[in-house]
């Protein structure tokens, strides 16, 4: 009976969540009493919900109570402990279901606090007290608690299994290894043991190494989320503004074409009026002189008759009606039919720049892209139908094959005036617009042709380097003659070498920031290989050459074609 009056005791002073007697003990709210440390670790993964609760009553707290250490509870926790009742063994102390028994104990078993590899037995802590103060066991290899220990012993000799066979790969007592596992590489378990710790720390090494680079892969995934995210919302913050300023731009000018007509329909409508006026005044006259030119053709009195004739016989100037022009209603129907011309252009270039938004949107690749293909084959899955673009185009080349082909001619083209045409070199630019990943070819007769790519803002007037494809820092040029390869960027010459061919394939991706070039015949080799970053869409290029004034004799013309891949 005094032993459950102690244990009640010791029980009523423990935290409920260690299980142990309170250590700074602070009552919350509610009355119950817990660890301070205890309490804190349980509120704060409680934080995020900023609601705190009792573990044992689930009372919840708004805000977070502010803990002060219970005095009194501490002095009588203090007491307790000088009374010898600490040495009690709480419920906790002993095995449970799932605890290694101490196997010494009689009764009910305590749980154990090491095991001993050479006696196979395993002790709580009273027990283990010999051995840790008798100098008989000094030599004894004492381990966490294990219910493992019957393995160590050789279920064919019943001895300790104190070697191992690296032949087998097994652990072995002392008489196997001059039994059955005579004449293998054997060993102690201690030597194996200090082998594999050998190799285990490096396993271990290779791991840590490869939690760190992992860390840092999530980090910089972390970050590419966020700097994504941040894309994203200026995106759509600037196409909304942006689309904003387009539909105010066509409300205003839906707004000026309205009030123009209406102020069309109103000088018009005034000028009719005032001239139906007139007519209708004069109608009256003209209807009142018939009256009195009536009356005086029945007076009998002939004297009256040619008395009065004269002054009514006269007739006021008629109102000039050869401003009226009869002629089918169509008054305003061609304001209608320019609107709509303008309503299909507006069409026509949304279905087309819509195709490259689209495409650039889903170009955006937050992981690491497919590597470059190896194939031609894997290569054509790139492909992308590259058109030239006849408002970038010298006027000494005729654009054919739906603007595909470029040929260099002696006759002048007769195309309008247009800011991005190249004035002084024989290039031309693409319609299209080139992000992502793209792939194309080009195939080339003549004197020779640069096979380039180029942003949009680079120059087109005269023949200065700042025009020119690969001699400034805004386009990337394969210059093909008839027997040799040389690249260009921003003035700067690389020789290239590899087999001479007429068509050339280009493989672009602009998000990884390479530009690669292939000579294309049975075979499929690589040139040359540009790794930069792009700050801009890049626009396919050709540039047509020609030497000894071949073009001004009429005698010769380079060419070149984007060819159909699919």
């Known amino acids: 009976m005094a032993q459950q009056g102690v244990q009640l005791d010791r029980e009523t002073f423990s935290c409920s969540i260690c299980l142990d007697l309170l250590k700074d003990p602070v009552t919350i709210p509610c009355g119950h009493s817990y660890c301070m440390s205890c309490i804190k670790g349980f509120w704060d993964e409680e934080d995020e919900k900023k609601i705190y609760s009792c573990p044992q009553c689930r009372q919840t707290f708004t805000p977070r109570p502010v803990l002060m250490k219970n005095t009194m509870l501490a002095a009588l926790v203090e007491q307790l402990k000088k009374t010898g009742l600490q040495a009690a063994p709480a419920d906790h102390c002993y095995a449970g279901p799932e605890d290694v028994t101490c196997d010494v104990c009689t009764g009910r078993k305590m749980k154990a606090l090491k095991s001993c590899l050479v006696c196979l037995i395993s002790y709580c802590e009273k027990h283990l007290q010999l051995h840790i103060e008798c100098a008989a066991f000094k030599n004894h290899k004492l381990v966490d608690p294990s219910k493992k220990l019957q393995e160590n ?10 070697m191992f066979c690296r032949t087998d790969q097994q652990s072995i007592c002392y008489l196997c290894s001059v039994d059955e596992h005579k004449g293998h590489d054997t060993v102690s378990a201690a030597a194996e043991r200090t082998e594999r710790q050998r190799e285990l720390e490096v396993s271990r090494q290779n791991i840590q190494q490869r939690i760190q ?15 994504v995210s941040r894309s994203a919302d200026k995106a ?6 942006i689309f904003t300023e387009l539909i105010s731009l066509i409300q205003k000018r839906s707004y ?5 007509i209406r102020s069309q329909q109103e000088t018009e409508v005034s000028r009719v009026k005032e ?12 209807k009142r002189k018939d009256a009195e030119l009536k009356k ?15 002054s009514l016989s006269q007739l006021s100037e008629p109102t000039d009606s050869s401003s009226i022009n009869i002629r089918p209603l169509r008054y305003f129907e061609d304001v209608t039919a320019a609107v709509s011309e303008l309503r299909d252009q507006l069409q026509d270039i949304l279905r087309e720049k819509w195709t490259n938004i689209s495409l650039t949107v889903t170009e955006v690749d937050v992981l690491l892209p497919p590597p470059e293909p190896k194939t031609r084959a894997g290569f054509l899955k790139y492909s992308h139908e590259i058109t030239l673009d006849p408002n970038t185009a010298n006027t000494q080349l005729l654009l054919s094959e739906g603007n595909r082909k ?73 210059d093909c ?8 960027f921003n003035n700067v010459l690389t020789p290239v070498s590899g087999p001479r061919s007429s068509r050339v394939g280009v493989y672009l991706d602009h998000r990884a920031g390479i530009l690669s070039f292939y000579s294309i015949s049975e075979t499929m080799t690589l040139l040359h290989r540009v790794q930069t970053t792009f700050t801009q869409p890049l626009y396919a290029g050709l540039w047509l050459k020609d030497f000894s004034n071949n073009l001004l004799k009429g005698i010769f013309g380079s060419n070149a074609e984007f060819c159909k891949l699919k």
């Open 275 to 286: 001239l139906q006026e007139k007519l209708e005044q004069e109608i009256t006259e003209l």
């Open 213 to 227: 680079d992992r860390e840092k892969d999530v980090k910089l995934l972390q970050q590419e989320v966020e700097a």
């Open 406 to 478: 470029a040929k260099l001619t002696s006759q002048q083209q007769s195309y309008s005036s247009h800011p991005d045409r190249f004035t002084g070199c024989w290039q031309v630019l693409s319609r299209e617009s080139l992000t992502g990943r793209c792939y194309w070819e080009v195939e080339w007769s003549g004197l020779g042709v640069y096979v380039a790519v180029a942003y949009k803002n680079i120059s087109r007037a005269g023949k200065s380097n700042e025009s020119r494809f690969g001699f400034n820092d805004k386009s990337w040029a394969l």
């Open 481 to 488: 003659y008839t027997n040799s390869y040389t690249f260009w």
């Open 256 to 260: 000026d074409v309205k009030q123009q």
């Open 153 to 162: 012993i050789c279920s064919r000799h019943d001895e300790v299994m104190k």
């Open 236 to 241: 759509v913050e600037d196409s909304e503004k």
């Open 296 to 310: 005086l053709s029945h007076t009998e009195d002939h004297n009256q008759f040619l008395h009065n004739y004269p």
